[in-house]
């Protein structure tokens, strides 16, 4: 072997070396591995490779938010017939939406078209029994109907979901004293007092009570 061939020798042995040693460093992405952003905002391409770059889907609010929103605005308004059409065309959407069966049933009770108000809410409590206000609505509604008796079932069904809610036990307080029923009236309102003095009706309503007895 000459000088020069083992020069050459060398050389492409060094080669060799420092290209296996920069394949195995993990200096460079490897195959299967994904690209990751070091940056939150980072992308993938860029100026030299504008194909490769991915653009972010605007964020765009649902067919059913802008319903609600109609609807909220309609209440403000006091217009319920054009609530009432906002949320029937989000219900069509959505028939399980709790939002739109709460609103909507409002929005009946509100005109006192109680039945309508009654079967939005019986279907709202299908899907959410644990909704209290859903239960005190619900209570309101079939006292309205005269069936005091279901009316303070459901009240009695919201008072047990949340027992620190005061207008719970005002109104459970309400049915009781149409059904003439006025010691345990006189307990709620007691109880809706004692959580809630601010409010006056109750104390009005507990000193009534007093007299009578």
């Known amino acids: 072997m000459t000088t020069f061939q083992l020069l050459l020798l ?37 100026i030299s490779q504008p194909e490769k770059v991915f653009s972010r889907p605007a964020i765009s609010r ?50 006192e078209d109680y039945l309508e108000a009654q079967e939005h809410l019986e279907n709202l409590l299908k899907l959410d029994d644990s909704n209290d206000m859903a239960h005190a609505m619900l209570a ?17 069904k919201a008072i047990k979901i949340d027992l620190e809610y005061a207008p719970h036990y005002f109104n459970c307080a309400n049915t009781l004293y149409d059904l003439k029923r006025n010691e345990e009236a006189l307990a709620q309102y007691k109880k809706a007092y004692e959580l809630d003095p601010s409010l006056d009706d109750a104390k009005e309503m507990i000193g009534k009570l007093l007299e009578q007895t």
């Open 62 to 111: 649902s067919r059913i938010e802008e319903l609600h929103d109609n609807a909220d605005e309609a209440v403000q308004d006091a217009n319920f017939a054009e609530a009432k059409k906002a949320l029937g065309s989000a219900l069509i959407i959505d028939e399980n939406n709790i939002d739109t069966l709460h609103k909507l049933a409002f929005a009946y009770l509100q005109t």
């Open 140 to 156: 309101n509604v079939l006292h309205k109907l005269g069936k005091s008796d279901e009316a303070l079932e459901q009240h009695l």
């Open 10 to 46: 060398i050389a492409s042995a060094a080669i060799f070396y420092m290209f296996f040693k920069q394949l195995f460093n993990g200096s460079h992405p490897k195959r299967g591995v994904d690209f990751e952003s070091k940056t939150a905002n980072e992308q993938i391409g860029g």
